[in-house]
């Protein structure tokens, strides 16, 4: 056993002694019946033990293994990647949370992540895929040939990948505890114990074979107990109990026929305002289909493919196995309603298995549904890390500092910065800002806010430089930081209802980034060198393949 070996396992040890001296204390989340389970724990870890095999199997050697899976994925399997990168605990458990408590204001959500699919599809997909190389913040270093938008662009990547890992990590720790019987804190602990393992032996290619299987247990855990919940309770609801996406409508009609609280919460669930302005509706929608089109993690997986044509048949492949859950979510939204009518915001979070629990579903599909939640989890943490890491370790340290580092040693930079980054989400989780969606949608209003204009700016617009690109990411990234400090110390205006919300804060800031981008650029014109001229073409030549 070599050094690094011991180091690794030294660390995870650490961790996992963590876990065990919190599982008796810290506070208190959970509204499930807890305790430990003994047929979802077998469950559960064998899930685990399958990801850790694949994990071993696919353990990398080099860079360009760890980074982007040595570029061979094809359309099919980068397209179910994609779904399971994107498909978090925030998709799996946050989105039927959302619209059991704020029913159409929820779908904002749905529109808004699905939209950002087809911006990708349009605007920059391909053009990244002939770019190549590794990552973003290497993109728009080269293309604006300036180290300062590099660090800038690392940064930000960091701060997106700490932010959403955030949310991830509430629901896995959530569904650990709920499985296990530890409490938050202990959680959060096992949880960054598992993701360690699981990143630091595979990298991006054991990622990526390990998301292909992810996205067969999430969905299948996703869809099988809906199903068998509707078939078992169908009579009661009032429907067949064939096809529960079509069918939950009973549900609500019911409960608005009812009195009391019942018909309060149908009236709410199908009032298009009732929960927010048409304003801020809209602006959650915006900010979250730009930020899906700037997301590190998800542009990252454009390097993995092995051409670009391959790049944008996965997006299409990936939108729909997306839109299988998606169109799956408020039939679990009305099942809470259906079995926890009083249950509101302690619930939300954990609804998809509140509502089963409280059906009777068993343990088994109960175990597979939670096996399914975890999977939604560390594939996204997985993919948020390897962006992060990156970020850090490829952007910074062995572009800008070091070099004229080995092969090796890049590689050990990778893994101990994937550490640092787990330990850094570990600090972040442990006093979780809001709900796991709300959470996730301020990452959004970050990379909507400072990362997009400036990529879709670098693909179309060749005047774009890199004082009006610094410009804009610098106005985005530090109006999104600020609402977000805003938000969590109640200041009304970055508030839920204010005019700028931390989770839709890029309907203003991302185009103020765009003008500042474009407004500076042109000021700025006659500063530029014949070498970032040169640089910046030889880019835009490549990306849109024009050939001298």
Known sequence: MNKYTKMFFTLVLVIGSFSGAYAAAGEELFQLEKGFKLLPAIIMIAFIGLYLTVGWMMKVKTTEGYWVAERNIGAVGNGMAIASDWMSAASFMGVAGLLYLKGFFGLGYIIGWTGGYVLLLTLTASQLRRFGKYTIPEFLGDRYNSHGIRMITAVVTVIIAITYSTAQFKGIALISGWIFGMNYVGSVFFAAGIVLVYMLMSGQKGVTKNQQIQYVVLITGFLLPLFIIFAKYGAQIGTPGILPQIEYGAIISNAATATGEGAHWAANYTAPWANGTFYQFFALAFTLMVGTAGLPHILVRFYTVTDEDVARKS????????????????????????????????????????????????????????????????????????????????????????????????????????????????????????????????????????????????????????????????VGLIGAVVSMVGWINNVEFFGATGIMPATSSALILAPLNFITNIVVSNMTAASMTAKDIEEGNKVLKVMHNIID
């Open 315 to 474: 997006v299409v492949y990936g939108l729909f196995f997306i839109g299988i859950l998606y169109w799956s979510s408020p039939a679990y939204a009305a099942l809470g309603q259906f079995f926890n009518p009083a249950g509101g915001k302690a619930v939300a979070d954990v609804i998809i298995l509140s509502a089963p629990e409280r059906a009777g579903l068993g343990l088994f599909f109960m175990g597979y549904l939670a096996s399914g939640a975890l999977a939604a989890g560390l594939s996204t943490v997985a993919g948020l890390m390897v962006a992060g890491a990156a970020a850090i370790a490829h952007d910074w340290y062995a572009t800008i500092f070091r070099p004229d580092s080995s092969e090796q040693e890049k590689l050990m930079a990778a893994r101990i910065f994937t550490a640092v980054l787990v330990c850094c989400v570990i600090i972040t989780a442990l006093k979780p800002p809001a709900l796991i969606a709300q959470i996730v949608a301020m990452a959004f209003a970050i990379a909507g806010s400072a990362i997009f204009p400036a990529i879709v700016l670098g693909v179309w617009y060749g005047k774009s430089n890199k004082y009006g690109a610094m410009a804009g990411m610098l």
